[in-house]
C-alpha cells in the first residue's frame, strides 16, 4: 500500500473536550486516536476521575489514576474555572478554534453559566456541540441523577446478562466489568459527533445534539431485549423454567466456562460433529457412549450431570492447552483471559494491538489500541500520554487570544 | 425543542454502502449508517432466507434493501462486481478464507472502483495466530476478557447472553467508517480497514491494561459491587424477582440515602466516610434491603430520585418497552407489517441528522430489490435479468 505512512485520519479536525469522569472523556478519545487534536478543559481541581484507582500500589495521585490515564491520552490539558467570569471569556475566546465540542456536564452547567447553545453558535455558528446525558434533555427522568450501574440495570442488559439462574431471588441481574454502561455511551457521542460532522461537510452549519445513556444501552442489547421481546413475556431468569438452550452464565449444551487448572476455558461444542471431535480431544472417555449424551438435545436434559464429567477431566489441565486443541479440532473454544493473559496474549502481540505510552509519572503503560488497522498498518503512531493537570493551558490560551 | 435540523434524507445520504455481513456486528453497523440515510444495499445468499422469527432480522435490517446473489457463481461475482463500482464502501464479516475463495480482495475490488473504502471485520482480524478461528459470541468474549470480570464471586467467572462485543464492535465499524469517508473527501484516496470484532471491548477495559502494566493490578469479578464505594448493587424489592439498583458514591447521597431508610443501625459513625462505607459494605446491604425488600421497584425509584439518589427499577425486556420515559422521547421505531400489526423496534440512540421517520422501511424480503438494483441502478436488459434468475444467479 502507497499510504501506509499516512495514517493521521482526522488531521487538522480540533475537539475540545469538557468531560467529567468516562463518557466524554472516552468519545474524545476516539477522535485523538484518529490524529484529530483534543483539548481537554478541567475544572482547577482536575477531572475527577484522576482521583479514582486503580492506583499503583493503591496510592491516591493526581497523575498515576489508571481511570485517568486510560482515557486521556493523546490530550492536552487547560484549566479553567468556568464560574468565574474571566474564565468564561477566556472559554469564549477559544470556540472559534474549534470544530467540535464533547462534553457530559450535569443538565444545566453551561445555561446555569449564560453559556448556552444560542450564545455559542452565535460565536461559532459551525461549532458541533455534542453533550452526552443520562436520560437526555427531555423526558420524565431527564431530572433523574445516575451512574454506570443504574443505566446498566435500568437499560435491560443487566436482567438478560447471564441468563437464566439457579435461584433468581438470591442471584440479582449484575452488570458487566469496568465501566461499560459510560463507554457505550461514550461512544454513542463519538459516532454522533461524526454523523453531524458529515452534515457540516454539505451545510457548513454546526449543530447541538444530545446523547442519552440510557437509548444508547438499549440500542447494544440483543437477547436480553429483542430475542424474545417486542410485545412477548419477558425472558425469565429461573433456570428450571427455560425451555431452550440458551447461552448463559450457566453451562448449556450449547456451551459454557469450564474450570481448569489455571483458570476457565469457554468451551462450544454445539452441533453432533463438534461433540464428537470433542469427545476425541478427550480420548473418548468411558462415558462417551453414554445415551444421556448421544444428542444435543439429550445433553440439555442431563446438562448437570454432564458438567461434572466435563470438570473432572479439565480440572487438572491448563486452559490455554484445552483452548489449543479445541481449536486444532475445529471446535470454538477459548482460554477465559484475564487482563494479564491479554497482555501476553500471542495473538494480539502478533497484531500489536497494545500501544507502549511512556507517561512523566506513572512511567511506561500499555493501552489498547484501536481495533483496526488500515492498509496493514497500525494508526495510532506517536500519540503522547496523558497530560498533566493544565499543562497546555498557558499554550492554548497563547493561541486562542 | 430539537437544535438539531431535520434533514429529510439523513446527513449521509450521498454515501452508498454494499452490505455483505450478517449475524450482529455488521448488520447493527450498516443499519446505523442507513438510518441517516445511506444507502445500503444488503447482499444476501438466495439459498439463506432472512427468517423472521425472534425478529433480530427485523431488528437489525431496516432501512436496507435488499439483492440475493450467489457470490461463489461466476455471474454472481460479475454482477458484485459491477454493484461495487457504482458503491463507496463494501463491508464484510466472514472468515478470512471465505472471502479468498470468493477471489473478492480489495485489489480485485480496487480494478472497478479506484476509490473504494473496503472494512472487512473478521472474529480476530485478517492477521495472526487465531484469524481463522470461528468467532462465536461466547467463545469470543471469554477471549476478549469479558467473562473474567463478570460474576457474583472473584474466582467463578460467568459468560453473558449478550455477545456483548458485537454492538461495540458495529459502533465502531460506524465510527470509523465516516472517518474514513471523511479522510477520502480530503485526500481522495480509499482504503481498506481491518477491523478484528474481537479488539473492540478491549479498548473499553483500557484502565485495567493501564493498572496492570503498571503494577500487575488484576481485576476480579465482584457482582454489582464498586472497588471503592459502597453501598453499590442491586437490591431486593417487593414481589418475585423484583430489584433496584443503588450507587452511593459520595456523602451527600449517603446521607440521603439514610433519610429515606430510616434505621437507627445506618447511624453509626463508622460509615460516616467512603472507606468506611467501603469496609462494612456487607452489613450496610443487609439493612439496606431489609428495607428495599418490603418496597415496590417502580415507587422507590421515584422516591430516590427525588432524593438526588442514583436508583433505577432493574429492568427486563417488557420494563423497557412499556417505559414511560423511552416512549415519552419517542426512542422506539413502529413499522406497520400489516392492517392490524404495528412492530416495536428499538429507535435510533445517536440523534440529529437522521433520515426523516416517515421514510424509514421495515426489512425487505429476501431479493425484494434484485429487479430495481440490476435494471435501474446497473442499467442491466430485462433479457439479462430474466436470464441471471432463470440461472439461479439471483432471486
Not at chain 1, 478541567?42 to 491516591?60: A, M, Q, V, Y
Not at chain 1, 462450544?268 to 472417555?285: F, I, K, V
Request: glycine share 8%; charged share 25%.
Amino acid at each position: 500500500m502507497t499510504d501506509s505512512q499516512d495514517t493521521s485520519i482526522l488531521d487538522g479536525l480540533r475537539v475540545l473536550e469538557i468531560g467529567l469522569g468516562v463518557s466524554a472523556p472516552y468519545a474524545a478519545l476516539n477522535f485523538a486516536k484518529l490524529g484529530a487534536e483534543v483539548v481537554k478543559l478541567e475544572p482547577l481541581e482536575g477531572d475527577p476521575s484522576r482521583t479514582h484507582g486503580p492506583f499503583p500500589n493503591g496510592i491516591k495521585h493526581k497523575e498515576k489514576s489508571g481511570l485517568f490515564l486510560a482515557y486521556n491520552h493523546g490530550k492536552k490539558s487547560i484549566c479553567l474555572d468556568l464560574n468565574i467570569s474571566q474564565d468564561r471569556d477566556k472559554f469564549e475566546s477559544m470556540l472559534p478554534h474549534f470544530d467540535l465540542v464533547i462534553e457530559n456536564q450535569n443538565l444545566g452547567f453551561f445555561n446555569d453559566r449564560r453559556l448556552g447553545y444560542k450564545k455559542i453558535s452565535s460565536i461559532n455558528p459551525s461549532l458541533i456541540w455534542v453533550s452526552i446525558l443520562p436520560f437526555g434533555e427531555v423526558g420524565p427522568y431527564s431530572q433523574y441523577v445516575a451512574d454506570d450501574l443504574v443505566l446498566f440495570h435500568m437499560s435491560g442488559n443487566a436482567h438478560g446478562m447471564i441468563g437464566p439462574v439457579d435461584n433468581p431471588e438470591v442471584e440479582p441481574p449484575i452488570r458487566a466489568g469496568g465501566y461499560q454502561a459510560e463507554m457505550v455511551a461514550g461512544l454513542t457521542a463519538s459516532t454522533a459527533a461524526m454523523v453531524a460532522m458529515h452534515q457540516r461537510l454539505k451545510t457548513g452549519k454546526g449543530c447541538k445534539i444530545v446523547v442519552s445513556g440510557l437509548d444508547s444501552m438499549i440500542t447494544m442489547a440483543i437477547s436480553g431485549i429483542a430475542n424474545s421481546a417486542f410485545g412477548q413475556q419477558p425472558t425469565t431468569r429461573e433456570l428450571s423454567k427455560e425451555k431452550g438452550s440458551s447461552i448463559g452464565g450457566m453451562v448449556s449444551a450449547i456451551g459454557g466456562v469450564l474450570k481448569c487448572n489455571d483458570g476457565y476455558v469457554a468451551i462450544s461444542p454445539r452441533e453432533d460433529s463438534q461433540w464428537e471431535r470433542w469427545l476425541e480431544l478427550m480420548g473418548n472417555p468411558r462415558w462417551a457412549d453414554d445415551e444421556r449424551f448421544a444428542t444435543r438435545e439429550n445433553r440439555q436434559t442431563n446438562v448437570s450431570a454432564l458438567w461434572e464429567l466435563l470438570t473432572e477431566w479439565s480440572l487438572p489441565r491448563s486452559k490455554f492447552d484445552i483452548a489449543r486443541s479445541g481449536q486444532e479440532k475445529r471446535i470454538p473454544c477459548f482460554p477465559v483471559n484475564t487482563i494479564e493473559d491479554l497482555l501476553a496474549d500471542e495473538h494480539l502481540a502478533y497484531r500489536e494491538f497494545f500501544v507502549e505510552i511512556a507517561h512523566f509519572d506513572a512511567g511506561i503503560l500499555l493501552h489498547p489500541g484501536l481495533p483496526y488497522k488500515l492498509n496493514n498498518t497500525n494508526i495510532p503512531q506517536g500519540i503522547s500520554s496523558a497530560p498533566r493537570l493544565g499543562s497546555h493551558t498557558q499554550e492554548i490560551l497563547e493561541r486562542c487570544t | 425543542m430539537s437544535t438539531v435540523e431535520i434533514i429529510p434524507s439523513g446527513a449521509l445520504r450521498h454515501l452508498r454502502i454494499i452490505d455483505l455481513t450478517r449475524v450482529w456486528a455488521g448488520p447493527l453497523g450498516t443499519r446505523t449508517l442507513a438510518d441517516f440515510g445511506a444507502e445500503v444495499i444488503k447482499v444476501s445468499d438466495p439459498r439463506m432466507p432472512l427468517s423472521r422469527v425472534g425478529k433480530v432480522n427485523n431488528k437489525l435490517n431496516r432501512n436496507k434493501l435488499n439483492i440475493a446473489l450467489r457470490l461463489d457463481k461466476s455471474d454472481g461475482r460479475d454482477v458484485f462486481l459491477d454493484l461495487v463500482s457504482i458503491g463507496d464502501v463494501v463491508i464484510e464479516n466472514f472468515r478470512p478464507r471465505v472471502m479468498r475463495n470468493l477471489d473478492i480482495t480489495y485489489e480485485n475490488l480496487l480494478e472497478v472502483n479506484p476509490n473504494l473504502l473496503m472494512c472487512s471485520m473478521p472474529g480476530f482480524g485478517l492477521t495472526g495466530p487465531y484469524s481463522e478461528y470461528p468467532a462465536f459470541g461466547s467463545t469470543a468474549e471469554a477471549m476478549a476478557g469479558i467473562n473474567s470480570m463478570i460474576g457474583y464471586v472473584p474466582n467463578r467467572p460467568l459468560q453473558t447472553g449478550l455477545s456483548y462485543a458485537d454492538p461495540v464492535s458495529g459502533l465502531n465499524l460506524v465510527h470509523a467508517i465516516l472517518a474514513f469517508v471523511r479522510r477520502r473527501a480530503v485526500t481522495g484516496k480509499g482504503s481498506f480497514i481491518d477491523l478484528a470484532l474481537a479488539d473492540s471491548p478491549l479498548g473499553t477495559l483500557g484502565e485495567f491494561f493501564v493498572a496492570n502494566s503498571a503494577t500487575g493490578y488484576e481485576q476480579h469479578p465482584n457482582g454489582n459491587r464498586h472497588s471503592e464505594y459502597a453501598p453499590h448493587g442491586a437490591f431486593r424489592c417487593f414481589g418475585n424477582d423484583q430489584w433496584i439498583a443503588i450507587s452511593i458514591t459520595n456523602d451527600f447521597q449517603w446521607e440521603q440515602l439514610k433519610d429515606e431508610v430510616n434505621d437507627i443501625r445506618l447511624e453509626s459513625p463508622d460509615y460516616d466516610d467512603i472507606s468506611g462505607r467501603k469496609v462494612n459494605e456487607e452489613a450496610i446491604n443487609r439493612i439496606v434491603e431489609e428495607w428495599t425488600s418490603r418496597k415496590d421497584a417502580g415507587d422507590l425509584m421515584k422516591q430516590l430520585q427525588q432524593k438526588r439518589v442514583p436508583a433505577a427499577k432493574v429492568s427486563n425486556n417488557l420494563d423497557v418497552l412499556n417505559d414511560p420515559h423511552l416512549n415519552r422521547r419517542e426512542y422506539f421505531s413502529h413499522f406497520r407489517i400489516s392492517e392490524e400489526n404495528i412492530e416495536k423496534y428499538d429507535g435510533q440512540a445517536i440523534p440529529g441528522n437522521q433520515k426523516e421517520r416517515s421514510k424509514w422501511f421495515p426489512m425487505r424480503d429476501l431479493g425484494e430489490d434484485s429487479n430495481t438494483i440490476l435494471v435501474e441502478y446497473l442499467g442491466y436488459s430485462d433479457d439479462k435479468y430474466l436470464s441471471l434468475l432463470e440461472q439461479e444467479v439471483i432471486s
